[in-house]
């Protein structure tokens, strides 16, 4: 069963407008957040990340909002740049994971700015 | 400024072999972690290390061993490859609690 969703594979927006990726999940338990870039041929990058106990984080154009109660999150992007063309990837993990904190990942939203 | 490194990028193997995909790293990250990313899928955990000396399973071990050899080293060991294997392998590694995990570049493995 995959505890961290990302329903859409896919995702265009114009560049300068506001990109919207969204990110679901099933485990309560879950209390960190993170969203990662990846570009092709390379490792993930970490972009920004959000603890339960809030529910925005801002960084430069970049703003992840959590909902608890609907088990969301999504991350904005503003204004939209065609550098931002990337997959991006929501994970997630728990305390009870331990020392380690295991991350669980969505699948992934390959977003296209276009020009 | 290295960052995790992983070796090889490359590598093509015959169903079978076996080989250590390497993983080293410069930041001081106490955990490390090896995943398998597979298209259309997210990253999946194989193994991973919460500080020197200790290993364990994550989500999708079987066909795999880790070595955690030292704090800055992490291997990864396929003793009889098989083709379901063949996958993007990602390092990566995290200093303490709360803190983003940080990658490799990934060795792109082909079992025929």
């Known amino acids: 069963d995959q505890q961290v969703k990302q329903n859409s594979p896919s995702l265009s927006v114009q560049e300068g407008r506001i990109s919207i990726l969204n990110c679901d999940y099933t485990?309560?338990?879950?209390?960190?957040f993170l969203w990662y870039k990846k570009y092709p041929a390379e490792g993930p990058t970490f972009l920004i990340s959000?603890?339960?106990?809030?529910d925005k984080n801002e960084d430069g154009r970049f703003t992840v909002f959590l909902n608890k109660s609907a088990k969301h999150l999504s991350l904005h992007i503003v204004p939209s740049q065609p550098g931002d063309s990337a997959v991006y990837f929501c994970?997630?993990?728990?305390?009870?994971?331990?020392?380690?904190?295991?991350?669980?990942f969505g699948s992934g939203t390959q977003l296209t700015v276009l020009p | 400024n290295a960052g995790v490194t992983q070796t090889p990028k490359f590598q093509v193997l015959k169903t079978g072999q076996s080989m250590t995909l390497q993983c080293a790293q410069d930041?001081?990250?106490?955990?490390m972690y090896w995943y398998r990313q597979d298209p259309g899928m997210g990253l999946r955990l194989i193994y991973y290390?919460?500080?020197?000396?200790?290993?364990d399973k994550g989500e999708v071990p079987n066909g795999y061993n880790v070595s955690r050899l030292n704090k800055r080293e992490f291997s990864l060991r396929l003793e009889s490859a098989a083709p379901s294997q063949t996958s993007v392998y990602f390092c990566?590694?995290?200093?303490?609690?709360?803190?983003?995990?940080?990658f490799g570049d990934g060795t792109r493995l082909s079992i025929l």
């Open positions: 994970a997630a993990s728990a305390e009870f994971s331990g020392s380690a904190r295991q991350l669980t």
């Open positions: 485990n309560s338990m879950f209390d960190y």
């Open positions: 959000i603890s339960s106990i809030k």
């Open positions: 930041m001081n990250h106490n955990s």
């Open positions: 290390s919460a500080s020197e000396g200790t290993t």
């Open positions: 990566a590694g995290r200093r303490g609690s709360n803190q983003p995990q940080h």
